[in-house]
Nanobody, 121 residues
Framework: QVQLVESGGGLVQTGGSLRVSCAAS????????MGWFRQAPGKERELVAA????????YYADFVKGRFTISRDNAKNTVYLQMNSLKPEDTAVYYC??????????????WGQGTQVTVST
């Protein structure tokens, strides 16, 4: 089983940057596709970005392309989401998740508790 703990959320102004991290324990994340999701109040949870086990491929939702970067450090068992040019609509709870299946298939098995990101106008 994998335990995931997010950190790094906070309050930032429009146009600012923030990096959230996801530290894993229990098993090495090198075995898993890793993803970042977000959920805003009153909205469904949505996939933001994902990265393959070896980081040779990434996926980004259209609404973050060119602004967000997902990365992973398997040696540190940590996944990151660098968020630049933040907009108020990026305000949400951001969740880290892992799965064994390929980047565009299957569902995520393990989830963190989330970290709040708030972008002020």
């Amino acid at each position: 089983q994998v335990q995931l703990v997010e950190s790094g959320g906070g309050l930032v102004q429009t146009g600012g940057s923030l990096r959230v991290s996801c530290a894993a324990s229990g098993r090495t994340i090198s075995m898993y596709t890793m993803g970042w999701f977000r959920q805003a109040p009153g909205k469904e949870r949505e996939l933001v970005a994902a990265v393959t086990r070896s980081a040779d491929s990434t996926y980004y939702a259209d609404f973050v392309k060119g602004r967000f970067t997902i990365s992973r450090d398997n040696a540190k068992n940590t996944v990151y989401l660098q968020m630049n040019s933040l907009k108020p609509e990026d305000t949400a709870v951001y969740y880290c998740a892992s799965k064994r299946s390929p980047i565009l298939r299957g569902s995520y098995d393990y989830w963190g508790q989330g970290t709040q990101v708030t972008v002020s106008t």
